[in-house]
């Protein structure tokens, strides 16, 4: 029978450490971050090296990254905090990107597109009718038109 490793095994055979930090060389999410599995549950793998470094993670503080690596894993490199600390160490990173437009998922008209339904509006068209033509609900048009939405543009 096949010996078992420990987490803490487990886990730092999935660590590639360089001078400065260290990777997580394991299972990533789309977004850059480690994940680790423990019984069958996922957990972040910044999350998990602090408490294997015996530092207890409050279940209502972020993880924050003093390196801006989201694969790194080094104890060192990592710091509790709450939220709106870690998303202002994100924009101050420059890595806040916000969806906006026509990238955002949720889209249904182009820039072009509304830039054009201004347009008409001003010259007089009904957004009802704007509406239909644009395959949106008439909400959306009145959104941009009184600049609701889609403000950037």
């Known amino acids: 029978m096949g010996k078992h490793l420990s987490i803490e095994d487990r886990f730092w055979g999935k660590v590639q450490k360089t001078r ?9 999410m789309k977004n850059g971050y480690g994940i680790f599995s423990i019984n069958g549950k996922n957990f972040l793998a ?32 990592l710091l509790h905090g709450t939220r709106a600390e ?6 101050l990173a420059g890595r806040h990107h916000p969806c906006r437009g026509e990238s955002h998922g949720s889209a249904k008209l182009t820039k ?10 001003g010259d007089g068209e009904r957004p009802v009718d704007l509406a239909f033509e644009f395959g949106v609900n008439d909400r959306t048009v009145s959104n941009i038109k009184h ?7």
Not at 20 to 26: L, P
Not at 72 to 77: E, F, G, I, L, N
């Open 147 to 153: 600049r609701k939405t889609w403000k950037h543009v």
């Open 20 to 28: 400065t930090c260290w990777i997580w060389i394991g299972t990533r």
């Open 86 to 91: 870690n998303m202002r160490d994100m924009v």
């Open 112 to 121: 072009v597109q509304v830039l054009e339904i201004r347009s008409r509006i």
């Open 46 to 77: 910044h999350r998990i090296s602090r408490e294997l470094a015996g530092v207890p993670v409050p279940s209502d503080l972020d993880t924050r990254h003093t390196c801006h690596n989201r694969a790194c894993v080094r104890p060192s490199h």
